[in-house]
């Protein structure tokens, strides 16, 4: 089995984090809002590792990982969510997120608050179009691991 790179060994550090997060979100009793902003909060930490470290991975690495993080709309539109936590996205007018089937909902930034986002679970919001999209927090994140998992798994092969 070839040796990981020091970037890799980095990143597989912030996704063990990122994997407890969600971990800790799906073992709470009661509903945990500052939980569940702290999951999202360690994916935007993992993704930042990945910018980080991205020069020190090999050649297969890095692509392998690209899929997981850069060439992934899913991925980006999770972000949108952090900082709807952080209260930054009061400069735009709108912000899009995918669906894990990469379907696109484009959100009014007014409308989505930090509050209204992380209400539930499940909360429900609704897009600059006045449908309404049943958001699964935990399915998403669920799903966001799963691919950042696959892509580190490959990663690990690379010779």
């Known amino acids: 089995m070839p040796a990981p790179s020091r970037a890799l060994k980095s990143i597989e550090i912030d ?72 209260h930054i996205t009061r400069d735009r007018t709108t912000f899009t997120i995918w669906t894990p089937d990469n379907v696109p909902i484009k959100l009014p930034s007014t409308e989505s608050s930090a509050r209204a986002v992380f209400s539930s679970l499940c909360p429900t919001l609704i897009d600059v179009g006045g449908q309404a999209h049943r958001i699964d927090h935990l399915r998403w994140l669920d799903e966001m691991e799963k691919r950042i998992a696959e892509a580190l798994h490959t990663a690990s092969l690379c010779d």
């Open 15 to 86: 996704f063990d984090s990122f994997r407890h997060s969600i971990e800790k979100c799906r073992s709470a009793g009661d509903f945990d809002s500052a939980a569940l902003r702290e999951a999202y909060g360690a994916h935007g930490r993992l993704r930042e590792r990945y910018r980080d470290e991205e020069r020190g991975l090999t050649p297969c690495e890095r692509m392998a990982l690209s899929k997981g993080f850069k060439h992934d709309h899913f991925s980006e539109g999770m972000m949108h969510f952090r900082h709807v936590s952080e």
